[in-house]
Each structure stands twice: as C-alpha cells, then as structure tokens.
Nanobody, 121 residues
Framework: VQLQASGGGLVQAGGSLRLSCKAS????????VGWFRQAPGKDRDFVAA????????LYADSVKGRFAISRDNTKNTVYLQMYRLKPEDTAVYYC???????????????WGQGTQVTVSS
C-alpha cells in the first residue's frame, strides 16, 4: 500500500487544518491507520489512530479534544481534523498503516512522505 499525506500548511495559533492520507494499491479496510508527528530534533510521536473497518479511534492525550480522526471508505482516505492549533503542534505529520490499532510506532510499517504543519504564535 502507498500512502500520500497532504493538507499541511502555515496557520496561526487557534486555527484549524485538515490533513488527508490517501491510500493506493490496496484497500485500507484491513488496516489501522495512524498519524504521527515529528518536530525538529525530537522523536516521532503518536497522534491518533483509527481502525479503518470498525472506526474505533485512539488519541494521544496532547491532542484529545482538539483533533479528530476519521475515514472515508469510498475514497480509501483517512483524515486528521485539527482544531485550536498551538505552536507546539508544529511538526511534520506522517500517516502509516498497521495491522493493529495502537500507539506503538513499531507496529506501523507503510509510511507516507509527511506533510509540514507550522503553527505561528
């Protein structure tokens, strides 16, 4: 499966963005899809994940209540809607697939190329 992440950009603090992760080559129905982010000089951290078939979701505490993950089965795409963005949300955001839904980065194998999100104060 190939993943294409898009939707990043520059936004002011308090603003919103929606990221997309479109898959090709295989349906996402058998996967969980996760979003991770990596700020300069830091580790790649878990943000959110969704089981594509069931729709069950999981969020990092730092984004709970501000971010919403969803999927569109017809478009084979997962979205990350981000509200009330903060400067500390600035990072490159990556989507990836796993056979199980969870926050452990080591369970994710196929990765998209990343999309930059910059939140100005």
């Amino acid at each position: 499966v190939q993943l294409q992440a898009s939707g990043g950009g520059l936004v002011q603090a308090g603003g919103s963005l929606r990221l997309s992760c479109k898959a090709s080559g295989r349906t996402l129905a058998d996967y969980a899809v996760g979003w991770f982010r990596q700020a300069p000089g830091k580790d790649r951290d878990f943000v959110a994940a969704i089981s594509f078939r069931s729709g069950n979701m999981l969020y990092a505490d730092s984004v709970k209540g501000r971010f919403a993950i969803s999927r569109d089965n017809t478009k084979n795409t997962v979205y990350l809607q981000m509200y009330r963005l903060k400067p500390e949300d600035t990072a490159v955001y990556y989507c990836a697939t796993s056979s199980i839904r969870g926050s452990n980065i080591h369970n994710y194998d196929h990765w998209g190329q990343g999309t930059q999100v910059t939140v100005s104060s």
